[in-house]
């Protein structure tokens, strides 16, 4: 626990180290956030790298350690040294001002962040906790992933899986973005628990989440109400299902307060398609279950933010560039000229210099850490690098006066990417054509189209329309941030006309980063009513408390612990122990094919997993669900079968009696190994 504590502080210190390269105004707050989502992905990619080699040792954890500690070194720099003393200062100053005699926004930034810390623990503890009767997850939409993230985990620390196979359907390559578990795994092997390897990196991507969405409001917008708002609209989103709370008071009979006390069922998302809900709360739908998610958002938003932190600096170098000029026509010629080259210098480049002192430029730096940053997530999460990227080539299409810039990006994240891109589809069984088809409005069903989203996202679209045409004496969107925004709405439109995954609701990738940028709009509306007079300010309100209200009541039930879900047993995860102690780590082990075998604790090689986790992965399944099936009948062929499948053990327990006839008599033949309750493992191999 404790050197899973410590590669933690390693890569979040390399990562904000890193941030003093490229990010020259950003607050040691906003560095350590980003640094913490920087450094992990760094902490993944250089453990799994050195894994591949030595395997997931103590050699190759204590050699990871050792290269992502590298960005130390620039700590050599006597001036960066006074960059980052003078920013430790700068923050305790802040926080003594907070303490002695706080102004109004000190105050509010500590209660966010402090109530931020709190959610995020509360939260991720109920991801998985264990009781005496044995594993549960508290987030319903996690119950079918939880085993499954589990299960790469075990792989990774338990059994010996490189090159990576797909721990749930043996002699497959692996091809799902298995960053953040690989992560975890590493924790495991440091000595902590399954538990609390997720939970370390839970919770510290979560509260870092916030605030990179801080600063990418803070960045985009220059307005401190509406970048507070923005982190707060992207992770209670939600629609009007708010609404069923009143059906639900009704139906029962009882009070408010006591249906809040003992909610039964989500207000933004519902299993049944047909009743429409379908959009989802971030925490519960995609943060908690999507691990992938919780580190693939905030390297996007990173990389978002550098985009517009470096259109911003070219334009105020262009600005003073102006200026210089106008100020040029006061002095003498030889002053003139020395002003003008000053004021154009962060912009200009002399011809003779280029290309090496054009990336000396505080934008052309932005780019390339942007770039960097990019590149580093096809193995982390595949679908914000397919958002990212397209974005990306639209983008530099509408500022192709600032290809060069742009050119950096492309380039930089495509020789990181590259890499990723190229190992992982290597020999991939994933079928093509099961990612892509034609599908108008997304998961909508019958439904009519506008109805659906309306209902889904309540007032957001409304008020994202409203902020993006509100005129007074100017645009409340300004022209530069309307053609930034522009191209995220493909993110809305191509998942809303095309079926992205085998899993049309997957779409939701790529719709919520049309979602993470039009919430810093939405927010710059709120905070405009806000900043307005009296009956503005409780419109302000009201509309805000519409938007969150069915996201919050999601989490709400969350953090006061009103669900509970088992996933494991008693006696099922004390079977996984012996199943550890009785068989070698890369066995394969034949179970039931559902979502949490206990076989999933234990690192070996599972023949088959859940029928529905396999399918959204995009790979055949149905001819070795069928063997499976005349396996366990004990049809004439099951020896062959076995041998053919090259299964080492199988297992029956409960699980495989309810899902299918099990011929005992058959496995009668085979030596028992393990037994506990209702749990017995077979060995099939001499």
């Known amino acids: 626990m404790i050197i899973a504590l410590a590669l933690s502080l390693i890569a979040i210190a390399s990562g904000t180290l890193l941030t003093y390269m490229y990010d020259e105004d950003a607050p040691l707050a906003s560095r350590l956030c980003s640094g913490a989502c920087i450094g992990f992905a760094l902490l993944g990619l250089l453990g799994f790298a050195l894994a591949l080699v030595f395997e997931l040792t103590a050699p190759a954890l204590i050699a990871t350690a050792f290269l992502l500690a590298t960005p130390l070194f620039l700590l050599v720099d006597a001036e960066r040294r006074t960059q980052v003393s003078t920013d430790i200062d700068s923050a305790i100053q802040a926080i003594s001002r907070a303490i002695s005699r706080p102004d109004r926004w000190a105050f509010i930034y500590f209660f966010f962040y402090a109530g931020v810390a709190v959610v995020a623990w509360l939260v991720f503890a109920r991801a998985m906790f264990e009781k005496p009767d044995g594993i549960y997850t508290g987030v319903l939409n996690n119950y079918g992933d939880l085993p499954f993230h589990l299960s790469v985990i075990s792989r990774f620390a338990w059994g010996q899986n490189f090159p990576p ?29 399954l538990r609390d390897s997720m939970f370390i990196e839970n919770w510290i991507l979560g509260v870092a989440l916030v605030g990179v969405l801080h600063r990418f409001g803070q960045q985009l917008l220059r307005n401190r109400t509406a970048a507070i708002l923005t982190p707060v609209l992207v992770v209670l989103n939600g629609g009007f299902g708010w609404w069923l709370l009143f059906d639900d008071v009704k139906k029962t009979g009882k009070g408010v307060f006591q249906v809040l006390a003992h909610i039964q069922h989500s207000y933004t998302i519902l299993p049944e398609a047909a009743e429409g809900w379908r959009w989802g709360n971030a925490v519960t739908s995609l943060l908690v279950p999507q691990r992938g998610f919780l580190l693939g958002i905030p390297l996007a938003v990173i ?20 200026k210089g000029k106008k100020d040029s026509r006061q002095h003498k010629q ?7 080259n000053t004021a154009a210098g962060s912009t200009a480049v002399n011809s003779s210099l280029f290309p090496f002192s054009f990336f000396l430029l505080p934008s052309a730096k932005r780019m390339l850490a942007a770039g960097f940053v990019a590149g580093l997530l096809p193995l982390v999460h595949a679908h914000s690098f397919i958002a990212v990227m397209g974005v990306a080539a639209c983008l530099a299409l509408v500022n192709f006066k600032r290809w060069r810039e742009w050119l950096i990006f492309l380039v930089t994240a495509s020789l990181i990417a590259l890499p990723q891109l190229l190992w992982s589809t290597h020999g991939s069984a994933v079928k093509t054509s099961a990612f892509i088809g034609f599908q108008f409005g997304w998961d909508k069903g019958d439904a009519n189209f506008f109805w659906f989203w309306f209902k889904n996202t309540g007032l957001f679209i409304p008020l ?55 919430a810093p709009i939405v927010a710059l509306l709120l ?26 009541l999601d989490v709400f039930a969350l953090v006061t612990r009103q669900g509970e879900y088992q996933e494991f047993d008693r006696d099922g995860v004390n079977f996984a122990k012996m199943i550890e102690q009785q068989t070698p780590p890369r066995a394969t082990i034949l179970h039931a094919p559902v979502h949490n075998t206990p076989v999933f604790l234990t690192g070996r090689r599972s023949l088959m997993g859940y029928p529905g986790h396999i399918w959204t992965h995009g790979l055949d ?66």
């Open 527 to 552: 905070a405009r009513l806000w900043e307005s007079n009296a009956w503005n300010r409780g419109l302000a309100a009201v509309l805000f408390v519409v938007l969150i209200l069915a996201g919050g």
């Open 464 to 518: 994202l329309i409203a902020a993006l045409l509100w005129k007074r004496d100017n645009y409340l969107v300004s022209r530069r941030l309307l053609f930034f925004y522009l191209p995220f709405l493909l993110c809305f439109i191509i998942p809303n006309m095309v079926k992205l995954a085998p899993w049309i609701w997957d779409n939701v990738k790529i719709l919520f980063y049309w979602w993470i940028a039009s």
């Open 621 to 686: 399944f149905g001819q070795r669900e069928t063997d499976i099936k005349k396996i366990y009948a004990g049809s004439p062929d099951a020896a062959a079968l076995l041998a053919k499948y090259g299964v080492d053990y199988v297992v029956i327990d409960p699980q495989e009696h309810s899902l299918m006839p099990v011929n005992e008599a058959f496995f009668s033949r085979y030596r028992e190994v393990a037994k506990i309750g209702e749990y017995h493992l077979y060995k099939i191999t001499p």
């Open 303 to 322: 990389v978002l933010t550098q985009w517009w932190a470096a259109s911003r600096s070219d334009a105020e170098g262009k600005s003073k560039k102006v």
């Open 334 to 340: 030889s002053e003139a000229s020395a002003a003008a």
């Open 165 to 193: 196979e797909d721990p749930t359907f043996a002699g497959v390559r692996f091809t799902y973005p298995f960053v953040t578990d690989f992560i975890s795994a590493m924790f495991v092997r440091a000595g902590a628990s």
